[in-house]
């Protein structure tokens, strides 16, 4: 487990001189006859084959800072937001992906900066959109800046042609909102550069009215309360992907669960109504820690819950250390167990290790569908998993690897995704695929990677080629038979 916060700082042998066309004079030692650097604007896309509009280059976020109030009243959200960054490239301007919202102000290093909104390519996801901000200085390579914006407005979620739908800020019937941003919504409530190979700390600071809660990622350092209003200070010192930040805001009540075996604190946020069910629902929470952590090396976070949004959403969404589930999904009974442990492993897998790329989205929900096997087996002697396997084959699911934008939740990812890791571990052998599964996060834990990269590291525990078992099993149309 991990509490410290990743620092990225590129450093260069370069002491300069900025003239006022933008150009630097290399210091001694770059050599007689070096171009000059020229400062030019960063990229305003990640180059994500699905998603070309969402992330931009040029900087590297370290840290957001969110200072918001909720006005149920409105829905409206008035709010600052800090961001702490590094400049990975020589910047006349750079990007944040931003989706509706009024900015009133922007700042770099405490200067008032010039700024511009413009909006994307049409993608068929929503009104996407950029912020460009162009410092009245270029931005040095290795240099860290802050960077201070000022906005309000009423957020809008997107409107996705993927499950679950509508990513981004939500609101509930009774005045309420939450946050479920995967795969591209977290600019619809601050101005971020969204996507996962950027990952960085936050802080969140709700404001809202006194006879509400918030629930938000990371641990509750501090509640202030005023005549009218009541803040909730939420702190996160593990690097988390966009996506990933949440805030949930109503009737919520704490849930004390039973630690996991390493200490881990548990807690969950519910509905006061629907308190009883949600403790039932999550009442094995410490106890899947403890599996999973078995399984596939410690817990990476200080902390895990639940929240219950009250709303009936159809799905639950691994916000880290927080998941978010619909009302629907919780029950007493323990029907839905598996959900609860399909989210918790997605902390390992997913969270603490994120995808480069959203075509490699198996590697996030195969790798938390193929938990839930692990779970069955341990805590059920009759549950076969070679039985569970032939079921998912003859169900004839198509390749989960690079599924297209519109499928990225679609059955293929989660179930023939996890048939892969079956046929993985029936291939190498519990010893070596175990193994590869701790190994892939020890190696890229608490940053991004790719199908690639995972192929690299199983070879590597294996010492053969497993280049046409992937092919046949990630790509193929139809899932080979079981080695």
């Known amino acids: 487990m991990t509490s410290s916060r990743r620092v990225r700082v590129v450093l260069i042998p370069l002491l300069a001189v900025m003239t006022a066309c933008g150009v630097i004079t290399p210091a001694p030692g770059v050599g007689p006859g070096s171009a000059p650097v020229v400062a030019r604007p960063g990229g305003d896309s990640a180059g994500d084959p699905y998603f070309p509009q969402l992330g931009n280059t040029g900087y590297d976020a370290e840290h957001y800072a969110i200072e918001l109030t909720y006005d149920p009243a ?40 010039r700024y511009v ?63 479920v941003s995967e795969p591209d919504g977290a600019s619809t409530w601050f101005p971020v550069n969204d996507h996962p190979t950027d990952k960085a700390t936050y802080v969140l600071r709700i404001t809202a009215p006194p006879q509400l809660s918030v629930a938000a990622n990371g641990t509750l350092v501090e509640t202030k309360t005023q005549p009218n209003a009541k803040t909730w200070i939420w702190e996160l010192d593990d690097p988390m992907a966009s996506y990933l930040a949440t805030v949930v805001i109503g009737d919520l009540v704490p849930i004390d669960g039973a630690p996991a075996p390493d200490g881990t604190p548990v807690r969950h946020y519910a509905p006061s109504r629907l308190a ?42 691994e916000t880290q250390t927080l998941s978010v589930f619909g009302r629907d999904l919780v029950a007493g009974d323990g029907r839905y167990e598996h959900i609860v442990l399909h989210e918790l492993a997605h902390q390992w897998f997913g969270n603490h290790l994120s995808l480069t790329r959203w075509e490699d989205i198996w590697l996030n929900e195969g790798f938390a569908t193929y938990s839930e096997v692990i779970w069955s087996q341990a805590t059920d002697p009759s549950f076969d998993a070679d039985a569970w ?42 010893p070596a695929f175990f193994t590869v599964m701790r190994t892939w996060i020890e190696r890229h834990g608490q940053s991004d990677a790719t199908t690639a990269q995972f192929i690299d590291v199983a070879e590597r525990v294996a010492g053969y080629s497993l280049d046409q078992f992937f092919q046949a099993w990630l790509y193929a149309p139809t899932a080979p038979a079981l080695p």
């Open 74 to 113: 409105t829905g409206s959200i008035n709010a600052l937001v800090e961001i702490t960054a590094v400049a990975t490239e020589y910047l006349s301007s750079y990007n944040l992906d931003l989706s509706g919202l009024t900015v009133t102000s922007v700042t770099v290093d405490g200067l008032p900066t």
């Open 389 to 430: 396997a032939r079921q998912v084959i003859a169900r004839g699911y198509g390749r989960p690897g690079d599924p297209g934008r519109d499928d990225l939740f679609a059955g293929r990812v989660y179930f023939r995704g996890a048939l892969t890791l079956h046929a993985l571990r029936r291939e190498l052998g519990d």
């Open 276 to 317: 009883p069910e949600a403790r039932a629902a999550f009442a094995r929470t410490g106890e899947m820690i403890g599996v999973l952590a078995n399984t596939f090396g410690p817990y990476p976070f200080d902390s895990y819950g639940a929240v219950v949004v009250d709303r009936e959403l159809g799905f639950a969404l």
């Open 117 to 179: 909104r413009t909006p994307n390519q049409p993608s068929g996801l929503g009104p996407l959109g950029e912020l460009t901000i162009r410092p009245e200085v270029p931005i040095g390579i290795g240099r860290r800046f802050l960077t201070v914006i000022g906005y309000h407005g009423v957020p809008q979620a997107l409107t996705n042609t993927a499950p679950p739908g509508q990513p981004g800020w939500n609101r509930t019937a009774s005045g309420g909102a939450y946050v």
